[in-house]
């Protein structure tokens, strides 16, 4: 019988994570491969994937109207990114049609029945499903660097961001991230 493993959970305990505050949010590629550009001279170039992530990181706030992005960088194997929930109290108007078939990786093509409400979880799970699939489409169609059963990592780093001082501290990390990349932990 095969080994089962507890994961333990990285959330904070009985936090509300659907309410109203800032998230700094890291989410790495498996097996920390670069697959969205390279840094030089202190710049991140996104190559044509980075440019499809770049994308949906701006859709995010389309698909859930509750949910702004603050400040985002895309690395060559992760993204920071700071994430506001700005707590609409209607945010059942989630925007059906950015919604994807798994079966049909078309956009236009929306599945019925999604969520209420934006729980950073699910955020982050629409996020990496949509990326997923485009990515799956441009190894078939535009020759981008296969990979090994996942793009992404299981789960992600979040931090519940609790203040200013935290946020402007947060904010200036994620700007020079790709001045430091060689200093980097993901590096």
């Known amino acids: ?84 929930n700005i707590g609409l109290h209607n945010a059942s108007a989630v925007r059906v049609d950015l919604c994807v078939d798994p079966k049909n990786d078309d956009i236009n093509h929306p599945i019925e029945g999604e969520h209420k409400g934006s729980p950073l979880h699910r955020v982050v799970q629409w996020f990496k499903t949509m990326t997923t699939n485009s990515y799956i489409q441009g190894v078939k169609t535009l020759g981008w660097e296969p990979f090994n059963k996942k793009i992404w990592q299981r789960n992600y780093y979040e931090h519940i961001i609790r203040d200013d001082r935290a946020y402007h501290n947060i904010a200036q990390y994620i700007q020079n991230n790709p001045l430091n990349w060689d200093k980097d932990k993901f590096y």
């Open 1 to 84: 019988m095969p080994k089962q493993f507890n994961r333990r959970s990285i959330r904070l305990k009985g936090y509300d994570y659907s309410k109203e505050g800032l998230y700094f949010v890291t989410i790495c590629c498996q097996d920390r491969a670069h697959r969205f550009g390279k840094v030089v001279n202190g710049q991140m170039l996104l190559n044509a994937a980075g440019l499809m992530v770049d994308k949906w990181i701006k859709e995010i706030s389309n698909k859930f109207p509750d949910i702004q992005i603050d400040e985002y960088v895309i690395m060559p194997n992760h993204i920071h990114l700071i994430i506001e």
